[in-house]
């Protein structure tokens, strides 16, 4: 877990708006998710590209860690991920940012749930805002033991 607290910096960034900065892709809901995120943690060297920013790999691996989170509020049993929709790299994420994931139920089917998934990053380097960086829809399918697709709710 980070050792700094993530909680004072996501409060903080509600007051600095991060409508404030320039407009990025798909800036179309700026205001950060309310309630506490899903997953959160700090990114390293070992997340970094070629061009010395995160990863798109290692977002996409924390959002799809996150949406199995909040898909096992529905379904206790396993799910695996059939798709992955409209992901969108808003921002690139700089070493050290705190990023934090916040997820939201958009529908239940009979064997898949659709996880939305929301990425902040609470910035290392001064004034520390905190910017919408990555977003992606996620569909998990509940699975048995065999990973054959079964009802929701089922397990
Ligand atoms: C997930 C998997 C078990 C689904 O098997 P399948 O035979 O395709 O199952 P179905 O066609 O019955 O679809 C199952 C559900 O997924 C949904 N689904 C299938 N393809 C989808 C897609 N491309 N996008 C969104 N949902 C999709 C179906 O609508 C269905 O939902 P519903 O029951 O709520 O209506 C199978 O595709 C699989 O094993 N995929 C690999 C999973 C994996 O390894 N993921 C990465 C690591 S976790």
Redesign the pocket.
Known sequence: MPSRSAGSRASRSSSKSPSAGKAAAGDGALALPSGAPTLRRVTTPRDTNLMGTVFGGAILAEI?LAAAVEAHKTHAGSV????M?KVIFKRPVFVGDLISLYTRTVS?????I?VHVSVWADRRRPPHESVPVTEATV?M?A?DEE???VP?RGG
Do not use: M
């Open positions: 799809d695996v991920t059939v798709a929709d239940v089917g009979t064997t898949s659709t569909t399918v699975v990973l054959r697709p929701v």
